[in-house]
């Protein structure tokens, strides 16, 4: 099946840095989303994002389709942006499935 | 009430016990999920309802019975569970489930222990 993989799986920022995450994907997909899971659980859409580039704020992201991957750009990070970011596909079939997640800790 | 609530929010429950959880969303949408998340797993998706109508059931367990009785209400029934259905599960909605990943929104999930 589809994999989806997410790096890093782990990052910590210093107030005020930016970064980078990835996901890749092994085969083509219909949708592609970008989550956020707070530290109390609560997941939150950031982008729906097939492809192209978005904005939002201090956070924004870009999927290259033929390439199989996607970007979320954090500038300028806060602490209230700490949690786990998740990138979900959805197959041709409407399955869907999520990465394992980016794990980030912004320190005051 | 707005958005997408759950209840309860945490559930300790022995493997011979039955249970339910509980979602009400409150924005008018019309398709309802039920997803699991667990410690060593990537989120999962369970099970689809749209317009009322189970459209998906990713080859959930029968011990995990779901009913959507109408647009806004969506439950998840647990009878004889096992320590590894242990999980954080997850309810959500969207206004229609053919276009899923447009406007989705979470609640806050009932975080489940089975002992």
């Known amino acids: 099946g589809i994999q989806v993989e997410q790096s890093p799986p782990d990052l910590i920022l210093q107030e005020g840095a930016n970064s980078t995450l990835r996901c890749n994907f092994s085969?083509?997909?219909?949708?592609l989303q970008w989550f956020h899971q707070n530290p109390w659980g609560q997941l939150i859409n950031l982008f729906y994002?097939?492809?192209g580039t978005k904005q939002n704020g201090r956070l924004s992201a870009t999927t290259v389709a033929t390439e199989r991957y996607s970007l979320l750009y954090i500038s300028s990070s806060q602490t209230t942006d700490s949690g786990v970011y998740f990138c979900?596909?959805?197959?041709?079939?409407?399955?869907?499935?999520f990465g394992a997640g980016t794990r980030l800790t912004v320190k005051p | 009430e707005t958005g997408v609530t759950q209840t309860p929010r945490h559930l300790v429950m022995g493997m011979t016990n039955k249970k339910s959880l509980k979602c009400e969303q409150h924005l008018g949408h019309n398709a309802m999920y039920w997803y699991k998340q667990s410690a060593k797993k990537p989120l999962e998706l369970m099970f689809v309802?749209?317009?009322?109508?189970?459209?998906e059931n990713n080859s959930v367990p029968s011990r995990f019975s779901p009913e959507c009785p109408n647009s806004s209400h969506l439950f998840l029934h647990l009878h004889t569970l096992q320590p590894e259905d242990s999980a954080l599960y997850l309810c959500?909605?969207?206004?229609?489930?053919?276009?899923?990943?447009?406007?989705?929104?979470f609640g806050p999930g009932t975080r489940l222990t089975v002992t």
């Open positions: 959500a909605s969207s206004p229609t489930a053919g276009d899923r990943f447009y406007e989705q929104y």
């Open positions: 309802y749209n317009f009322k109508e189970q459209t």
């Open positions: 085969d083509s997909v219909n949708n």
């Open positions: 979900a596909v959805e197959l041709i079939n409407n399955d869907m499935r």
């Open positions: 994002i097939p492809s």
